[in-house]
């Protein structure tokens, strides 16, 4: 439309040109030609030049009002509309944009992820009246109103209030994967090892979450110090968890997480939208500071001490009994002292087989050795002060008894075994064994190997002199021919023979000889030669 035309005056009364006139009349054939034609007809005449200017008036009974590209803004309004508000689980119509298989409104993704989202008339129709439904005519006030989906809600993205936002770079390179982008090490998902990511992320305003990032590795857990979990835009079921197990690595600007996989479903692909959350774990050593409040606490696998020491515990006094002496009776501690002077038969009652307790006498009390107590050596035990024993539980009803003594003979001592630091007299026999020598050119000695030796002389040959010789080790050594006979035997320089001369020996087929000796020195045998013994 355009403004009044301008048009001469012409006086009554006065001669004028036709030019004057024509420009007159084409003056105002160019105002009718901007005038809108109410009939829908018109061609040009129906095309505005400028702003319509209604005065604050509405436009009413219009079927409909094309934006500039020819879209009829109340179809633009109610696709917003649908991409905003449609039901739950109901895909946004083909018509309003949507795929037809995979895209929701607003509203469904707000409810599938608890978000606190809420979305009404007014995220729609703007507060300034851009937008006005009123028996379906549309009025622009103030601003020209373009609706896009873009303008309600993305394709790509769904509602989230804990989440972060990135965008999926495919290089595997552990270096910055540039502004809100995000990289794994290996392009099969479940071979990851580390994710590169970047200090920022793709949300509005993009804002730098590096510290937060930077406390997922700061637990000490050995199994997972926290997990990742990744799921593609619009594409819940496209996941991927990772476990965290190294503390993040900050290379300023970008940050480096260690991970193993966990589990998965799905890929991405270059510049998919993605959308990251972290979950904590617990410290190692999190749960009970003590088991003072269990009267039962029982371990589901084998104790790790991790290199501390477990205290144990004494408990109070058990006086000893004449028959039965519960040392068990309090369970307050590993280790009870035991009074008095009383013959023990038994040890009470454990909490079961396998229970083990240290015992301290205070007094001479005494172990009886019975089917209840086997006492080490198979023989009563007279105690001693401060004599130590071990008493393990072989079932709930009998007992080891291992005693330790403060002084005097050894746990297992039997009085009638030889010590080698006093003399012992004895009662029965006492055999030797005897070692064979092994034939051959020169014979060899190992005098720690026995005391007895023999040989069968098969050829001519040298007893060399012995190794490991300890004064005043003596012993035998018998010597036979073989079934020729005639073979000679030369002697080492340790062998030492009466007058300085060493024997022959008796040379008949099968004859045995014999050379005693003891040791003076370790580099001399005194020898005495007995031949043909049979």
């Not at 970008?254 to 890929?267: A, C, E, F, P, R």
Request: proline residues 2%; glycine residues 10%.
């Amino acid at each position: 439309m355009s403004d009044r035309p301008t048009i001469s005056t012409l006086p009554a009364g006065g001669r004028y040109s036709v030019a004057t006139l024509n420009t007159n009349f084409q003056a105002l054939r160019d105002h009718f030609d901007n005038v809108l034609g109410i009939n829908g007809t018109g061609g040009d005449n129906n095309t505005m030049s400028g702003n319509l200017n209604m005065g604050g008036n509405n436009i009413t009974n219009a079927g409909s009002v094309l934006d500039a590209s020819g879209n009829d803004l109340v179809d633009q309004v109610g696709y917003a509309e649908e991409w905003a508000n449609k039901a739950e689980d109901s895909l946004v119509s083909t018509a309003a944009g949507g795929d037809g298989s995979t895209e929701y409104s607003a509203l469904h993704y707000s409810t599938k992820s608890a978000a606190d989202i809420v979305l009404t008339n007014a995220d729609v129709v703007s507060t300034n009246a851009d937008v006005v439904l009123t028996n379906a005519d549309v009025v622009s006030t103030n601003a020209d109103v373009v609706l896009t989906n873009a303008d309600v809600v993305t394709t790509t993205s769904s509602v989230s209030t804990v989440a972060h936002k990135f965008t999926f770079s495919s290089s595997t390179s552990m270096a910055d994967p540039g502004a809100g982008t995000i990289r794994l090490n290996n392009g099969a998902v479940g071979s990851v090892t580390a994710i590169a990511i970047d200090a920022t992320s793709a949300d509005t305003g993009s804002p730098d979450i590096s510290n937060f990032i930077a406390t997922w590795g700061s637990v000490s857990n050995g199994t997972a110090r926290g997990l990742i979990t990744i799921r593609k835009g619009g594409t819940p079921a496209t996941y991927a968890i990772y476990n965290v197990t190294a503390a993040v690595t900050d290379n300023t600007g970008w940050l480096q997480i260690t991970v193993t996989h966990n589990s998965s479903s799905g890929s991405w692909s270059n510049a998919d939208t993605m959308f990251i959350t972290f979950a904590k774990s617990g410290a190692d050593g999190g749960g009970l500071a003590n088991v003072v409040e269990d009267t039962t606490p029982q371990l589901g696998g084998f104790l790790d001490t991790n290199s501390k020491f477990i205290s144990h515990a004494q408990g109070a006094a058990i006086a000893s009994v004449a028959g039965d002496t519960n040392i068990w009776t309090n369970f307050d501690g590993n280790t009870v002292h035991i009074t008095g002077t009383n013959a023990i038969t038994d040890f009470g009652t454990p909490k079961s087989a396998g229970d083990s307790m240290w015992v301290i006498f205070d007094g001479a009390a005494s172990v009886v050795d019975s089917a209840t107590i086997t006492v080490a050596g198979n023989t009563n035990y007279q105690a001693a002060a401060n004599d130590l024993a071990l008493v393990y539980a072989l079932s709930t009803s009998t007992f080891l008894f291992m005693p330790f003594p403060n002084s005097g003979l050894s746990p297992v001592y039997d009085t009638d075994t030889a010590k080698t630091d006093v003399a012992n007299t004895f009662s029965a026999a006492q055999s030797g064994s005897i070692t064979a020598l092994a034939d051959g050119a020169n014979i060899s000695v190992d005098l720690s190997a026995n005391n007895h030796f023999s040989v069968t002389l098969g050829g001519n040959r040298t007893l060399d002199n012995p190794s490991n010789i300890v004064a005043g080790t003596s012993g035998s050594i018998f010597i036979t021919q073989d079934g020729a006979g005639s073979r000679t035997l030369a002697y080492g320089g340790y062998y030492d023979f009466a007058a300085g001369a060493a024997p022959t020996l008796t040379t008949t087929a099968s004859k045995v000889d014999r050379i005693d000796y003891i040791a003076r020195t370790a580099t001399s045998l005194h020898c005495v030669f007995t031949g043909d013994l049979s």
